[in-house]
């Protein structure tokens, strides 16, 4: 049975809509319940109609960033003049325009950055913009979290599913998988494509130091390297059947797009694609809302219509974050400063 | 524009389980901080206690009592009864085919924070052996739903952890792997925050519910992770919704809009919509077994699996 969109939502259509529903939904004892069909989900089509009249008056401040026609994120416009806020990984380096609410397009310039905390300034020559609303009360488990776009009905909706917290950055690491067996640190198995792997290190090999430490343990080998970030490079003694050797690695980040380093990462990735960048923020609210990496960038409102975050990244099949509203209005303080003592703040 | 989440034929192999076992030489060192309980105590068994006072108490009055065989009953936890609810107690919004107005997703909204903050609680991390997951504490001497393949046998050794970060010791009892459904038992003794449980009487395919867990494992500055979805199919032991899990959700609960436990967390399948719960129809099916810390049953959904 198939259900047809509505694009109106007359009256009639409605009582339409409820009436052959009833047929679906009204349960006879021993009648096998039927399987809801994908336009009920949370993020049906009928789910978000409630939305529309919400996102009718945030989509003025929503513009659709776009490289060669093609939209690559979501742009948040916090001020009137063209001044416009998005996800900064998603945007650097590439010859970027805007596309609005009805269709105008205009060119957009990246006038600052600030990569630590993943948020770009664009400044586009359109004018006469509607700047967005922030949130002043905290966001709390539950309440809703639209993502609106420039389209009539949300992007997408979730929850808040996790008060604001600091996001640690992805750990970086040698790439080994350690065999938890005996109580000496033994490597089980090399992650694919890191320093172990190049280093020339195998399954099997005994790690007896780091950077001259000895290592007693599994877990000590863990805490030895967890003092290291990306690109230090780390010295280590191997035991390899009968034989000794020295071995050099650098601590690596895995990317999004490699193999899954291991079952969680790959249960992770499935539903969907995730955001390059999606670790390491000062203080982000996380929402259960699906979104697809393109969909960052804007902002994420409540029922009032107000901002309580910008997504900032998908991070995997439950979780997507959105940089607080707090943070995001201080940081963009920062970089018109960076972008006004570059002088690209006023171009025309 | 927006691709909805696909309906892809869900194929018995691509459903994968969600517990989360601590190989990876990155993991942080994992949620069993030292307890702060007292050190659990052999366990009392009240039953088996009262069973012996009856008999003495016979036998002191000397009368040939026309009493029936007594029935000592090994259980020593009887099996939870569903809370009643009324179904017009709940607001409009969620007994729609979807909510139809901002005053009904306000009404939504409230209800919903109000039923986060009194079920939070309840849910735990929980961690036996190398594997780790979750559970929902349903009784007030500590009674942990949980699932199978986190459980994995009877009697081994469980800490559990609450969102406020407090610890707890216990163990696991029955384990149903042809459903995946788990039993556990805080040893310690206390008044253990915990939740009502639901039956799906009354459930219909569209009902709104919320997932709680803790995917990716316990993390001390975030509580519990709530997902909020609806009951795309229900069927005899397993609920499907599109409530997102991962792993480290594996015997988190499903709970209804009057707070009820009616499912526990289970399995993934590709699809953001292929999320499947244990229905807790099956724990109470088979509580006694469950109780009794039997084992039985087979996965057959990892045996078919792919790795």
């Not at chain 2, 709970?255 to 919509?273: A, L, P």
Request: hydrophobic letters at 40%; proline letters at 5%.
């Amino acid at each position: 049975m198939r259900f047809f969109k509505f694009v109106t939502a007359g009256t009639a259509a409605l009582l339409a809509l409820v009436c052959s529903t009833q047929a679906l939904f009204g349960q006879a004892p021993n009648v096998r319940r039927p399987r809801l069909p994908p336009d009920f989900y949370k993020n049906g089509s009928l789910t978000l109609r409630a939305f529309a009249g919400i996102t009718e008056r945030v989509r003025p401040s929503v513009v659709e960033i776009q490289e060669a026609g093609k939209t690559i994120a979501l742009g948040t416009v916090i001020e009137a003049n063209g001044l416009i806020l998005t996800k900064a990984s998603e945007v650097e380096k590439r010859k970027l325009s805007c596309k609005f609410v009805g269709g105008k397009e205009a060119a957009a310039e990246l006038i600052a950055t600030d990569e630590e905390n993943d948020l770009a300034l664009l400044k586009t020559g359109a004018t006469g913009l509607k700047p967005c609303a922030w949130a002043i009360e905290k966001p709390v488990p539950g309440q809703w979290a639209i993502t609106v776009g420039t389209e009539m009905a949300p992007e997408a909706v979730g929850v808040v599913s996790a008060a604001p917290r600091k996001i640690q950055p992805k750990r970086a690491m040698i790439g080994v998988q350690l065999d938890f067996g005996g109580s000496i640190a033994k490597i089980g198995r090399i992650i694919a494509g890191l320093g172990a792997e190049k280093a020339g290190l195998k399954a099997g090999d005994i790690i007896l130091s780091v950077n001259e430490k000895p290592v007693r343990t599994g877990e000590d080998l863990i805490k030895k390297l967890e003092g290291f970030r990306e690109g230090e490079t780390v010295t280590l003694r191997i035991q390899r059947k009968e034989e000794q050797f020295e071995a050099s690695m650098p601590l690596m980040v895995p990317k999004s797009e490699g193999r899954p380093i291991d079952r969680q990462e790959r249960l992770n990735r499935l539903g969907g694609e995730l955001s390059e960048r999606a670790a390491g923020f000062k203080m982000a609210l996380q929402h259960d809302t699906v979104l697809q990496p393109w969909q960052c960038g804007g902002p994420l409102v409540n029922l009032d219509g107000k901002v309580i975050g910008l997504n900032i990244a998908r991070a995997g099949r439950v979780a997507s974050y959105a940089l607080t509203a707090d943070l995001v209005q201080e940081l963009a303080g920062k970089l018109k400063e960076q972008a006004e003592k570059a002088g690209k703040l006023n171009i025309n | 524009m927006p691709v909805k989440p696909s309906q892809s034929v869900l194929t018995k192999r691509w459903l994968i389980a969600l517990t989360m076992a601590a190989l990876s030489a990155e993991v942080a060192a994992g949620a069993g901080t030292s307890t702060n309980q007292a050190p659990a105590k052999a366990e009392q068994s009240p039953s088996v206690a009262g069973g012996t006072e009856l008999s003495q108490a016979s036998h002191s009055t000397g009368e040939t009592l026309h009493a029936k065989p007594e029935v000592i009953t090994n259980l020593v936890w009887p099996a939870p009864k569903p809370a009643t609810i009324k179904r017009e107690d709940l607001p409009l919004a969620f007994t729609r085919i979807a909510p139809g107005s901002v005053d009904e997703l306000k009404t939504f909204e409230k209800h919903i924070e109000k039923l986060v903050s009194r079920i939070s609680g309840a849910v735990v991390a929980v961690q036996v052996g190398r594997a780790t997951g979750s559970g929902v504490v349903i009784s007030e001497d500590g009674l942990v739903l949980s699932a199978a393949h986190v459980c994995r046998q009877p009697n081994r050794e469980v800490i559990f952890t609450f969102a406020s970060g407090k610890t707890a010791r216990g163990r696991t009892l029955g384990t149903n792997h042809d459903v995946d459904a788990g039993l556990m038992k805080i040893s310690a003794q206390g008044k253990w925050p915990h939740v009502e449980i639901g039956d799906l009487q009354g459930a219909r395919t569209g009902d709104w519910v919320l997932g709680l867990g803790h995917p990716g494992g316990f993390e001390p500055d975030r509580a519990v992770v709530v997902r909020l979805g609806r009951l795309i199919r229900i069927g005899g032991a397993s609920l499907q919704t599109d409530c997102t899990l991962l792993g480290g959700d594996s015997g988190g609960p499903l709970f209804d809009m009057y707070g009820r436990v009616i499912g526990i967390h289970s399995k993934i399948g590709d699809s953001t919509s292929a999320n499947f719960h244990v229905s807790i129809q099956a724990y109470l099916d088979n509580w006694e077994r469950l109780a009794k810390a039997e084992n039985w049953g087979e996965d057959r959904e990892a045996r078919r699996s792919r790795r």
